[in-house]
């Protein structure tokens, strides 16, 4: 009897052993959102993946300049043990696409109605290359800060249109009290790096964004090579939100790739 419960503990362990590398053969998918938005607009999305068992982390990007919100997802990116795939929200397409140098086992990008930026563009600059952006207009006053510089958000009685248009009305409300303001100077600052250039990219957009125009998607996604591009009907520049299975599957895609 002992020689049988040692073989179905050896069994177990075995199992057991499996699994766990298994589990970190997967890569982890590091999220980082961008202006006016934060966290937890990532929920839906980070629901589908940890249901497929991937480790998730869903960044509080500082929203403050391209170069010191880059150097704080590389420190985060620096303490994961597994290959990282990296996935930016608009703004925090510049922050993934500035980091992924020196050597980090970053395996592919996945841009969310984001910005993928040649070195020496600007987040104003390209999303006003092409008609269509209706964000200026929807702009609160800048709040000045003490510190210097300004921070921008988007008022709230014109969010829900401008950013969140298929999105409950309820949700975007609550999107809108909560948003995170963006400085001016980092919607301004020139990006550093051009990481597209060198890892295979994702897109996925929606055809009713409102900040980015999708020309501009289509463009930079056209010029990044991308893999595979998701154009979402209907869904507006808060597509993770609206459409969360679409973007994780778009992820998975990147995360199982070779």
């Known amino acids: 009897m002992n020689k049988l419960i040692a073989s179905a503990l ?11 590398v298994a589990q970190t053969d997967k890569p982890t998918i590091v999220l980082v959102h ?15 993946l940890r ?40 703004y925090g397409g510049l922050v993934i696409g500035e980091i992924a140098g ?10 969310v109605a984001a910005f993928a930026a040649e070195i020496g563009e600007t987040a104003a600059g390209l999303s006003g290359k092409f008609p269509g952006s209706s964000l200026g207009t929807a702009l609160a006053p800048a709040v000045t800060l003490t510190t210097g510089g300004k921070d921008l958000y988007i008022r709230q009685d ?37 990481a597209w250039k060198r890892i295979p990219s994702w897109f996925v957009y929606g055809d009713k964004d409102k900040n980015i125009p999708p020309a501009a998607l289509a463009f930079m996604a056209d010029r990044a090579n991308s893999r595979k591009t998701i154009i979402v009907p209907g ?24």
Not at 61 to 84: F, G, H
Not at 102 to 111: C, P, Q, Y
Not at 236 to 241: D, E, I, L, P
């Open 10 to 20: 050896l069994i177990a362990a075995m199992v057991f052993s499996s699994a766990a």
């Open 34 to 48: 961008g202006a006016f938005a934060e966290a937890s607009s990532w929920n839906g999305v980070v629901a589908v």
């Open 51 to 90: 249901s497929q068992g991937y480790p998730v982390v869903a960044v509080a990007n500082p929203l403050r300049s391209v170069k010191s919100d880059a150097q704080y997802l590389s420190d985060i990116v620096d303490s994961i043990e597994t290959p990282v795939v990296l996935v930016g929200h608009s």
């Open 102 to 111: 020196s050597g980090r086992n970053i395996k592919g990008l996945v841009f």
């Open 158 to 194: 014109k969010f829900h249109d401008q950013f969140a248009a298929d999105v409950a009305e309820a949700e975007a409300a609550l999107m809108a009290a909560s948003q995170r303001p963006v400085t001016e100077a980092a919607l301004n600052e020139p990006a550093g790096a051009s």
């Open 235 to 258: 869904a507006s520049h808060a597509v993770m939100v609206s459409h969360p299975e679409a973007v994780a599957e778009l992820v998975l895609a990147a995360a199982r790739s070779n």
